[in-house]
């Protein structure tokens, strides 16, 4: 899909009939530990690539460390911050899943060992502005019918 999509948890997806349309003044890539905890520090939260496994889906508490090795990067999530938990250091995840997942919708996970290819695919950007007029994009009809659009009903979280 290259355009907007509203998910719910038994539901499949839809374009929205509207949504606002947002712009990027710059970006780049933000590779490795230090990098990523230096942008999140200076500019707030960083999008990073990651794998799925099976078991990240089930996840409910604590820091996830996946021991499978997966690095087969499927999804994107935001990185809001960083911390440590009785010594053990973890990156601070928002997810996509609904707040019904994980904490309401986060998740911490291992930090400093590439745990799901995190500290490989991650980059920030800054707003292009936030005092524009808004801009929305009207959805045609080809949009929200295309064959391209994933009109599955998947079992809680979808991919």
């Known amino acids: 899909m290259e355009v907007c999509r509203n ?5 499949a997806c839809v374009v929205p009939p509207a949504y606002q349309v947002y712009h990027v003044e710059n970006y780049g890539d933000c590779i490795g530990e230090e990098a990523m905890k230096q942008e999140i520090y200076q500019r707030g939260p960083i999008v990073a690539s990651i794998a799925v496994p099976d078991l ?3 996840y409910t508490e604590g820091i996830y460390c996946d021991q499978t090795g997966d690095l087969t990067t499927v999804h994107a999530v935001e ?3 960083f911390g440590e938990e009785e010594g053990a250091p973890y990156w601070l995840v928002r997810n996509s899943w609904g707040a019904e997942w994980g ?3 986060f998740f911490k996970l291992c930090r400093g060992v590439n745990n799901l290819d995190i500290e490989t695919k991650a980059a920030w950007a800054t707003p292009l502005n936030t005092w524009s007029p808004v801009v929305w994009h009207n959805s045609t009809v080809a949009e929200q019918t295309s064959d391209l659009n994933d009109k599955e009903v998947y079992a809680f979280p979808q991919p």
């Open 7 to 11: 998910c719910s948890p038994g539901e």
């Open 56 to 58: 990240l889906e089930s």
């Open 79 to 81: 990185v809001v911050g």
């Open 103 to 105: 904490l309401q919708g």
